[in-house]
């Protein structure tokens, strides 16, 4: 550019998009700049790059952190690396970008939100089909509360968990995956034998034994008496019994019938 002896002109620097100017090669830092015309002026603008702050919020600030946040020339690279806590995994950026750790060309102050979710961990449930099972959920997430029933079937009675816990039922926060088993005992039934007359015979047989065991009871007729059957009209003598529960067998005799002969 050019001016005549002493007119007055005005210098504006435009910086381009990522900098900034900072001073003239004579130490002025005005911008725009005026100045009065005594002679051929050579005048140079000096710049810099800018810096950009990248920032970022956390959708659950109990479930992680970020790394790599902060002050980045414009133009540089940035990697920002979400670091889930225990009980918790990444899932997104607030973009919708799913790297982790994830590259970010920097060209502007930027703030990124990072999305982290509750692992889901499983619950194994064990126990004999034949004695009993557990109700309750197989699966919920990190710090859920989840409660677990140990139901007998018939027969049968809950002792303890795996684990020697006797709680039934049993409240657990879930923190990791879990595998419990019910542990379930017979229970035991009393069998009990008596003769409907007792001057008439005797029986043998009472006990506790446990469900589904099998026992024998006998009935034995004093001298002129005969047994004849059980209350349940069964005949067998000696007879062997499966016991499902508290029973009570009562034997019947009969007076025996002999023959006169004249």
Same mark, same amino acid.
């Given at each position: 550019?050019?001016? $005549? ?7 504006? &620097? ?23 015309? +005594?002679?051929?002026?050579?005048? =140079? ?30 133009? +540089? ?28 060309? &920097? @060209?502007?102050? $930027?703030?990124?939100? &990072?999305?982290?979710? $509750? ?7 064990? =126990? ?15 710090? /859920? ?27 657990? &926060?879930? +923190? ?11 229970? #035991? ?14 029986? #043998?047989? /009472? ?27 069964? +005949? ?13 067998? @009562?034997?019947?005799?009969? $007076? ?7």
């Amino acid at each position: 550019n050019s001016a $005549k002896y002493l007119d007055q002109v005005t210098l504006t &620097v435009v910086p381009n998009y990522g900098y900034h100017f900072t001073q003239w090669s004579d130490g002025n830092t005005d911008n725009p700049r005026s100045i009065v015309i +005594t002679q051929d002026t050579t005048f =140079t603008a000096e710049f810099a790059i800018n810096q950009y702050y990248l920032s970022t919020s956390i959708s659950n600030p109990e479930a992680g952190i970020v790394i790599g946040t902060g002050s980045y020339n414009y133009g +540089t690279y940035a990697e920002l690396h979400a670091a889930s806590n225990y009980g918790y995994h990444f899932t997104q950026w607030s973009d919708g970008n799913t790297d982790n750790p994830r590259r970010v060309l &920097v @060209t502007e102050d $930027k703030t990124y939100t &990072v999305y982290f979710d $509750k692992n889901t961990y499983s619950i194994t449930k064990n =126990t004999n089909s034949e004695q009993g099972y557990i109700e309750g959920v197989s699966s919920a997430a990190y710090l /859920d509360q989840v409660t677990l029933i140990a139901t007998p079937n018939d027969g049968y009675h809950f002792t303890q968990w795996s684990d020697g816990v006797i709680d039934n039922p049993r409240t657990l &926060v879930l +923190t990791q995956d879990i595998t419990l088993t019910a542990e379930f005992a017979p229970n #035991q039934y009393t069998v009990t034998t008596f003769a409907s007359h007792s001057e008439r015979g005797t029986t #043998q047989g /009472d006990t506790i034994v446990n469900y589904l065991e099998f026992i024998t009871i006998s009935a034995t007729a004093n001298y002129g008496y005969h047994f004849t059957h059980w209350n349940d009209g069964n +005949t067998e003598n000696p007879r062997q019994v499966q016991v499902t529960g508290d029973e009570t067998y @009562t034997a019947e005799f009969e $007076k025996n019938t002999y023959s006169v002969s004249l």
